[in-house]
């Protein structure tokens, strides 16, 4: 390792991943059956949730990452709540090898998103009427091993 003055290694070319900014681009909570659906229930609503993530890059070094968060609970007529969730970030990436990229922006930057996304939907189902809804935490690596063999096999096959 090179030493600087200080005696220290020279940081200024080691990995990074920086968090440049954090936001809510788009936020929908419907509760189409109010006030009925606000009635005590017998039942535990079918939930069903969906997760995507998108990026594009802004600059050299920055990339915009989207995790979007869909959620229905219950059922077609019977809908307690529905809701939608697009949370953003610009992260910036230097001293990484190119073919790392990738993976860094598809699973450690919605990593580093999911936390916050998870407590929008959490208050915004608790302001519908509901209990708050906390998501399990989501393995991104996972998700992103499967879209990779995804989109393999029409290659493949």
Same mark, same amino acid.
């Given at each position: 390792?090179?030493d ?10 080691a ?7 954090q ?9 189409? !059956?109010?006030?009925?659906s606000?009635t005590?229930?017998d039942?535990?609503? !079918?939930?069903?949730?969906?997760? !995507?993530? !998108?990026?594009k890059q802004?600059s ?7 995790l979007t ?9 019977s809908?307690?709540?529905?809701f939608?969730? @697009? ?5 910036r %990436? ?5 073919q790392e990229?990738?993976p860094?922006?598809?699973?450690? @930057?919605?990593?580093l998103l999911?936390p ?7 208050e ?9 809804l906390?998501?399990?935490p %989501?393995d991104?690596?996972?998700l992103y091993?499967?879209?990779v063999?995804?989109l393999q096999?029409p290659?493949?096959?």
């Amino acid at each position: 390792m090179a030493d600087t003055n200080g005696g220290g290694p020279d940081m200024a070319d080691a990995p990074g991943l920086t968090v440049l900014a954090q936001y809510t681009k788009d936020l929908s909570f419907e509760n189409p !059956n109010a006030p009925r659906s606000l009635t005590p229930q017998d039942q535990n609503p !079918n939930i069903q949730i969906q997760v !995507n993530v !998108n990026a594009k890059q802004l600059s050299e070094a920055e990339f915009e990452v989207e995790l979007t968060l869909e959620g229905t609970a219950g059922e077609e007529a019977s809908v307690f709540f529905k809701f939608e969730l @697009c949370y953003a970030g610009v992260f910036r %990436i230097k001293n990484v090898p190119e073919q790392e990229v990738h993976p860094i922006i598809m699973i450690e @930057c919605p990593r580093l998103l999911f936390p916050f996304a998870r407590q929008i939907v959490a208050e915004a189902v608790r302001g519908g009427g509901f209990p708050p809804l906390l998501i399990d935490p %989501i393995d991104f690596h996972l998700l992103y091993r499967q879209r990779v063999s995804e989109l393999q096999k029409p290659a493949t096959a």
